[in-house]
């Protein structure tokens, strides 16, 4: 079943690799049919260079596995949050990306130093707080995706297709998983060059508001003139 979208989102898995965003297995990517409601991720703990196809895992948005071999992602429950959630998404991504999730294992969401960020991002972006004993004992994977949840609930899920969670890692998410994977590389690459920029000037300051303004919508606003 499913079987374009299975495609779909295991290739957008294996844009991770070639991008340099994950090491061993740590990463995954999904893909919602918004027509049954059911999502398609990567199988937890397999080789990317054994990967194919027919090993993704077909998912319905109560946590029950639907089809495949292997077990789903462990993040599973953190993507199926996000879905439930944010009804544009047709894509989401999990890396441990090295600079994105020095960010996260810092505890800091990365502010907006030029108009690579601002091209894409608006904002900072956020890092979320670590989770309490009680919140990681109960379901680690699916309070994470309640936390990110209750930090967008009054917050715009599209200007901001990412966050870090405090000690784990990035998510983002996208129109599909393709996007969603547009969007890892992005903050990775937003990532490295804000800590060198720290680094470089410890006293850098945001790019000026208005430049934030200016480049975010030239691209996605009203009058945007890139497609969407
Ligand atoms: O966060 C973690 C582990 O800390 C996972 O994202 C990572 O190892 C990938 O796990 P899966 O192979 O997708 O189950």
Avoid at 40 to 53: A, C, E, F, R, W
Avoid at 116 to 139: F, S
Avoid at 191 to 211: D, G, S
């Amino acid at each position: 079943m499913l079987e374009q979208l299975k495609k779909e989102v295991y290739e957008a898995n294996m844009l991770l690799p070639k991008h340099g965003l994950v090491t061993f297995t740590w990463g995954n990517v999904s893909g919602l049919d918004k027509e049954t409601g059911l999502f398609v991720i990567k199988p937890s703990g397999v080789d990317y260079d054994q990967l194919t196809p027919g090993d993704m895992v077909v998912m319905d948005l109560d946590g029950n596995k639907v089809e495949g071999n292997y077990n789903p992602s462990s993040d599973t429950a953190t993507h199926l949050e996000l879905y439930k959630a944010f009804p544009d998404i047709r894509g989401i991504v999990h890396t441990h990306s090295e600079w994105a999730t020095s960010w996260a294992q810092a505890g800091r969401g990365i502010p907006c130093y030029g108009t690579t960020h601002a091209d894409y991002m608006y904002g900072e972006i956020p890092c979320v707080r670590n989770l309490t004993k009680e919140e990681i004992d109960e379901a680690y994977e699916k309070n994470t995706g309640v936390l990110i949840v209750e930090y967008f609930k009054d917050k715009d899920y599209i200007s901001m297709p990412a966050v870090l969670c405090k000690n784990h890692g990035p998510f983002t998410w996208g129109k599909d998983a393709y996007d969603a994977v547009h969007n890892a590389v992005v903050l990775e690459e937003v990532a490295k060059m804000a800590a060198r920029c720290e680094l470089i000037n410890p006293q850098a300051l945001p790019a000026p508001q208005e430049l934030q303004d200016k480049h975010y919508n030239r691209k996605h606003g009203a009058d945007a003139y890139y497609g969407q």
